[in-house]
């Protein structure tokens, strides 16, 4: 098989969790922690509520999913589009330019109690499923070619379901490349207004990375070439690429989180919007400019429905949306999302203020670096000018284990209630777990 393919397989078959450095192992439940948090924010979203009603219509398989937050089995791919929807609707999950790598953790826990898993192998786990998620997303460059992140997210979710099976490296290599081949989404998901689908999309290739990856360990075989071959991956998708040797450098430390619920671009805007409410009021503002990246001014500062967000997958991928709300409320919310906020229809004369344009030191900088400079022009005349740079949550500037656990509580306790504190500490001791599905079961609701 192709040499890409094989070294993600090897790696996938045969990491085991003594061997991982103590510091990966803490980011690793940093990211736990923070992906469930997000999972049970978001346990109420269409997505995962539409994929219940299928599921259950569906009798389980021998190798039944978990369902996050639920007394209810389902087949482990149904749960493993559930979980990943959950995780990923809120847009609070963590995130390295052009995707999430913990879209794809949905897949891993849904196998972990049929698996027989302990606290040590969910660890090792997600740590295949980021390391391999990083290097693939920097990688491939799907955003810059059209297509979506879901590809390199259904071949990291293969990999860290082949561990959680403990299956050998040639079945996890066949479960990649069919995987690979047969999982191909295009980036229309999210431009213009956006649907439904934009927090369903990476759910729905970890849901197909489960079942490739059962076929594989039932014996299926994939193409032999699934990367390199004549109409292959780098043929067809991503152009050549290399991957950075696995093990002998980690990425997972170096994943960001997100502090505000909105796309990570907008991080910044967020926290301008917070300092600019401290000297100036939105009615002695004439116009405001701010200076991004090419990446967020395609992503999120371009396009007349950023300015008319409909949907609320629109608005938390709208700058001029996020800005105005962050300098009238003081910051953002999960709230800041109803239907009622983002069509405010006070909001609109402030949004129309705002104006973005790519500036080309800034994009230089990025992603490496992340800076925002906003400049508001008041009705006097007057010019102030704020800069964020790295906001919070960036690598350079990653949130602390407080922060991430303030986060969790506070997206966990409306569903848990008090127990939401006795979860977070089984969450950072995961690995003197004997059975992981004894945390599944700590967060059921129903």
């Known amino acids: 098989m192709d040499e890409i393919v094989t070294s993600m397989a090897a790696y996938a078959g045969s990491l085991r969790f003594e061997t991982i450095p103590a510091g990966v192992i803490h ?9 469930l948090g997000c999972a049970i924010g978001g346990r109420n979203c269409d997505a995962a509520r539409m994929a219940r009603q299928v599921a259950e219509r569906s009798a389980p398989a021998a190798r039944v999913g978990r369902v996050l937050g639920s007394k209810a089995y389902a087949s482990a791919e149904s749960a493993a589009f559930i979980n990943s929807s959950m995780i990923r609707y809120l847009d609070f999950n963590d995130t390295v330019h052009g995707g999430h790598p913990s879209d794809a953790l949905g897949a891993v826990v849904a196998i972990a109690d049929a698996a027989g898993a302990d606290g040590k192998r969910l660890l090792s786990a997600l740590v295949v499923t980021y390391e391999t998620a990083v290097r693939l997303i920097t990688s491939m460059r799907l955003r810059e070619r059209g297509f979506d992140q879901g590809i390199a997210i259904g ?15 040639e079945k996890i290599a066949h479960a990649i490349a069919i995987t690979a081949v047969a999982n191909v989404p295009l980036r229309v998901t999210r431009v213009g207004q956006l649907s439904l689908w934009k927090g369903a999309a990476t759910a729905f290739a970890a849901r197909n990375a489960v079942f490739a990856t059962l076929l594989a360990a039932e014996g299926m075989t994939g193409p032999e070439s699934a ?3 004549r109409n292959g991956v780098f043929e067809q998708v991503s152009g050549a690429f290399t991957l950075a040797p696995f093990g002998t450098e980690h990425l997972t430390p170096r994943v960001g989180f997100k502090f505000w619920p909105v796309e990570n671009g907008a991080q910044a805007a967020v926290w301008a919007a917070r300092e600019l409410r401290t000297i100036a009021a939105p009615d002695d503002i004439a116009s405001i400019e701010i200076a991004t990246s090419r990446a967020s001014l395609s992503e999120i500062g371009s396009g007349p429905e950023k300015w008319d967000p409909k949907t609320r997958e629109t608005a938390d991928h709208s700058l001029p949306y996020i800005f ?8 953002i919310t999960v709230a800041s999302f109803d239907r009622g906020a983002y069509l405010d229809p006070a909001l ?4 129309a203020k705002i ?6 030191e800034i994009d230089r900088l990025f992603p490496a670096h992340v800076l925002m400079r906003v400049t508001a022009q008041d009705k006097r005349g007057g010019t102030r000018t704020i ?5 919070r949550g960036h690598p350079a500037n990653l949130m602390s284990d407080g922060e991430i656990a303030d986060k969790f509580l506070g997206l966990a306790e409306p569903a848990l209630g008090r127990p939401a504190a006795e979860v977070l500490e089984m969450l950072w001791r995961i690995e003197q777990e004997e059975r992981a599905a004894r945390l599944f079961d700590r967060l059921e609701q129903e």
């Not at 105005?324 to 910051?331: E, K, L, P």
């Open 27 to 35: 980011a690793a439940k940093q990211h736990l922690v923070d992906s």
């Open 227 to 229: 990367f390199t071959g």
């Open 324 to 331: 105005a709300r962050a300098w009238v409320d003081g910051g």
């Open 155 to 169: 071949i990291a979710a293969a990999c860290g379901v082949g561990h959680m099976l403990t299956l050998a490296a």
């Open 355 to 360: 104006a973005v344009r790519q500036d080309d």
């Open 348 to 351: 609109r004369p402030l949004m």
């Open 387 to 391: 800069e964020v740079t790295d906001p």
